[in-house]
T-cell receptor, first 112, second 117 residues
Framework: GENVEQHPSTLSVQEGDSAVIKCTYSDSASNYFPWYKQELGKGPQLIIDIRSNVGEKKDQRIAVTLNKTAKHFSLHITETQPEDSAVYFCAASSTGANNLFFGTGTRLTVIP | DTEVTQTPKHLVMGMTNKKSLKCEQHMGHRAMYWYKQKAKKPPELMFVYSYEKLSINESVPSRFSPECPNSSLLNLHLHALQPEDSALYLC????????????????FGPGTRLTVL
């Protein structure tokens, strides 16, 4: 089955700096890669996703890149703000499947 | 309406109690999920309903019993739970059911924080 690894487990950045979280996956059949943000006491919120037919996707301060050959994908947050502080999970899935294989999570702290 | 709602927000129960968790979505999604999340861990899949039929049961103990009365509602019936079952229980939904040629874009509810005494 699919195995998703996520690094780092914790990340602290100064407000205004950039944050990068990296994930690798093992199954070449995976073609959908969502990122979730989970704030304390809340459910995971889908913030951005990327499909294997594109290499990069941007939404305001958030971008995701995908390298299919190397089987890794990354989340980039620019101009970080204190409200970006949360746990971020990457995940992988394949077309038609219902399973989302999650990474172990990254706790991001943005220091004002 | 792009929301998945869950009730109750918090639940405390004894090991002999019977309780139910409820989940609702009005996005017309045809797949619904139950996940269990322990502290500092990712969500773990428990059950998947596709077109109101149970399609995945990840070897969950029988003290957890899912039910899908219609395409908008999902219940999780709890009976004779153990203290180690204390966790955040998350419901999610996605547009299409299993076996379709679509991506698995899942939307999560806020969860029910369950404590078993």
């Amino acid at each position: 089955g699919e195995n998703v690894e996520q690094h780092p487990s914790t990340l602290s950045v100064q407000e205004g700096d950039s944050a990068v979280i990296k994930c690798t996956y093992s199954d070449s059949a995976s073609n959908y890669f969502p990122w979730y943000k989970q704030e304390l006491g809340k459910g995971p919120q889908l913030i951005i996703d990327i499909r294997s037919n594109v290499g990069e996707k941007k939404d305001q301060r958030i971008a995701v890149t995908l390298n299919k050959t190397a089987k890794h994908f990354s989340l980039h947050i620019t101009e970080t703000q204190p409200e970006d502080s949360a746990v971020y999970f990457c995940a992988a899935s394949s077309t038609g499947a219902n399973n989302l294989f999650f990474g172990t999570g990254t706790r991001l702290t943005v220091i004002p | 309406d792009t929301e998945v709602t869950q009730t109750p927000k918090h639940l405390v129960m004894g090991m002999t109690n019977k309780k139910s968790l409820k989940c609702e979505q009005h996005m017309g999604h045809r797949a619904m999920y139950w996940y269990k999340q322990k502290a500092k861990k990712p969500p773990e899949l428990m059950f998947v309903y596709s077109y109101e039929k149970l399609s995945i049961n990840e070897s969950v103990p029988s003290r957890f019993s899912p039910e899908c009365p219609n395409s908008s509602l999902l219940n999780l019936h709890l009976h004779a739970l153990q203290p180690e079952d204390s966790a955040l229980y998350l419901c999610a939904s996605s547009q299409r059911g299993t076996g379709t040629t679509t991506y698995n874009e899942q939307f999560f509810g806020p969860g029910t924080r369950l404590t078993v005494l």
